[in-house]
């Protein structure tokens, strides 16, 4: 079965499945959220596509093994609200049963009741303001006196005075009914647990709803006995801050106002994660199979091209998983006992994903094999990957891809040039040599790679949503 699926987290061993060795962070963290006896808000600070996401949801699971009250919150999902504090309410009573298993059930649901209700009010304060100012631009204004207009205006600033106390008594009742909750649905063990509420893709919200999330959050939540985690690349989360407060906002000290702790998620080591990908998507078996002898050794070429330009591009991993499930859409949609050239094809694909206008200029002819090559050696920085084994294979791939007597002519003249001129330069003259020797086989054994059925196998499995 070549298709990918989501990874498992499981109770018990949320980490069974963890390709990233990101266990140890999940445990720090735990211990020092145990050890915190206010409130704080910590950002899992990684960029987009880096795995963020399944950490978070693996160590929600090991805080709820370890029986500390856990919410994850995808706030991406809840874009669609008009209310910020309605969704972080709203999230709360959707879990209230299983947060409340290991404290007091019924105090639990009597605190939160008053909750509920204190937060619908201060829902409502901004209602009446609103369908004022609404009912106002629906009147034709030619009509309106200067009197009424100006009635309209001191009655409302006079409400909102009136308001301004009962407001700040109900948001104190508020947050310390909210604390009182928090603990009640905590074991009777000492010391007592946080609630940790969890909200996760903030960096992908609409702008305004993205800082309504971290402003209510701030204001309302920030209470004891709850602990807010977000999941963002502060990064984006700062375009969208710009996006609503100008390009001059000091991203770092607003976002500040907020979060009182940054970590870092460590950047997986080289190849990890693609390997992981591999046994998932079951591409070793896929390839043990293959009849012919010299066609064994295509799964070893695409892991090694795959891993190292993962490394070399800086794909993130939502990138490294669209570029296996194309090379096992090829692998599906092929004969099995078809040459399948994976090294070409996989580098093809990366192309495609990471570098999208050089692979469409390649692929339509506009830009030759032989720039290709010079582009990947200086402004794509590829020269060490085509200095090793395999990166002399993939050159010669790529040179003699447009196969024809008049092309190879020239580009056989090509590496010859380079062994004349460049006497002092011994590894340029043997890579070169090498190159050579390798087009010479090709031609012998008639093994040429078609470009046009490789790059039509990948535009056709392209069409697949993946």
Not at 343 to 356: A, D, E, G, T, Y
């Amino acid at each position: 079965m070549l298709k990918n699926r989501e990874i498992e987290v499981m109770a018990g061993s949320p980490f069974a499945n963890d390709a990233l060795d990101r266990k140890e962070s999940a445990e720090a963290l735990t211990e020092f959220i145990k050890s915190s006896n206010e409130p704080i808000v910590i950002c899992i600070d990684a960029p987009w596509g880096q795995g963020k996401t399944t950490f978070l949801r693996m160590w929600e699971q090991h805080l709820k093994d370890n029986s500390i009250p856990t919410l994850y919150f995808n706030a991406w999902e809840n874009d669609f609200s008009n209310d910020a504090l309605i969704c972080l309410i709203g999230e709360i009573s959707a879990s209230i049963a299983e947060l409340s298993k290991n404290g007091d059930e019924n105090k639990a649901l009597e605190y939160f009741n008053k909750v509920k209700s204190l937060g619908a009010i201060l829902v409502k304060k901004g209602i009446p303001i609103a369908a004022k100012l609404a009912t106002a631009g629906a009147l034709d204004l030619d009509k309106i006196t200067e009197e009424a207009i100006a009635e309209l205006v001191e009655s409302t600033v006079k409400e909102q005075l009136e308001n301004y106390e009962k407001s700040k008594k109900t948001i104190n009742a508020f947050r310390s009914t909210l604390s009182e909750f928090a603990s009640s649905i905590s074991s009777s063990e000492l010391p007592k647990k946080p609630l940790v509420f969890i909200i996760d893709e903030l960096d992908r919200c609409r702008p305004n709803f993205a800082i309504e999330i971290l402003e209510k959050a701030k204001h309302f939540f920030n209470v004891e006995n709850i602990i807010f985690v977000l999941g963002a690349d502060k990064e984006q989360l700062g375009s969208s801050i710009k996006s609503i407060y100008g390009n001059e906002v000091n991203v770092n000290g607003y976002l500040r106002r907020f979060i009182d702790f940054d970590y870092l998620l460590p950047v997986p080591t080289k190849g990890a994660f693609i390997k992981s990908l591999f046994e998932k998507f079951s591409f070793h078996d896929y390839f043990s199979k293959k009849t012919h002898p010299e066609l064994l050794s295509e799964g070893n070429q695409a892991l090694v091209i795959f891993t190292d330009i993962f490394e070399l591009w800086k794909l993130t991993l939502r990138e490294q998983e669209h570029c296996c499930s194309l090379l096992s859409l090829s692998i599906r949609t092929t004969p099995h006992d078809t040459h399948l050239f994976p090294l070409m094809l996989s580098f093809l694909i990366v192309l495609k994903i990471k570098f999208p206008d050089v692979y469409k200029k390649f692929i339509n002819n506009e830009l030759s094999a032989l720039k290709l090559v010079e582009s990947l050696n200086q402004s794509m920085n590829a020269s060490e990957l085509l200095n090793s084994n395999y990166g002399v294979l993939l050159e010669t791939y790529i040179v003699t891809s447009r196969y024809n007597i008049n092309g190879m002519n020239e580009i056989s003249a090509h590496y010859r040039k380079i062994i004349e001129l460049q006497s002092n330069d011994v590894r340029s003259q043997e890579r070169a040599s090498n190159i050579l020797k390798t087009i010479s086989e090709f031609e012998y054994r008639r093994w040429v790679i078609s470009l046009e059925y490789l790059v039509n196998k990948i535009e056709l499995v392209s069409r697949f949503a993946v």
